[in-house]
């Protein structure tokens, strides 16, 4: 059992800054793929980025240039450090852990899930 922790969201102005910060307990090794995914109020949830135990990287295009994931290794903890951002970018966040998996994990199964940590962009 993995249990995530989302911590970070708050009201930041169009333009500003924010990271997010996904603290892991319980198992995750070399065969994990962590990834945030977002989801704005009657949308569907939408893929983010992922990032692998060795440190490969899948982003959204939405994400590529603004949005950098990242894992310290140390504490179990994933972030995603986001830059440029805009009002399209409210949603709440989530951070998810499953397996790995061969090429782009935005579509596979993801065993644990937190609770989300909300961001709004004002603009």
């Known amino acids: 059992q993995v249990n995530l922790l989302e911590s970070g969201g708050r009201l930041v102005q169009a333009g500003g800054s924010l990271r997010l910060s996904c603290a892991a307990s319980g198992r995750t090794d070399s065969s994990s793929t962590t990834a945030w995914f977002r989801q704005a109020p009657g949308k569907e949830r939408e893929f983010v980025s992922a990032?692998?135990?060795?440190?490969?990287?899948y982003s959204s295009d939405s994400a590529n240039g603004r949005f950098f994931i990242s894992i310290d290794k140390t504490i179990d903890t994933v972030y995603l450090q986001m830059h440029r951002l805009k009002p399209e970018d409210t949603a709440r966040y989530f951070c998810?852990?499953?397996?790995?998996?061969?090429?782009?994990?935005?579509?596979?199964?993801?065993?644990?899930w937190g609770q989300g940590t909300q961001v709004t962009v004002s603009s």
């Open positions: 990032i692998t135990w060795h440190e490969v990287i």
């Open positions: 998810a852990a499953g397996p790995l998996v061969i090429g782009n994990p935005r579509n596979q199964r993801f065993d644990y």
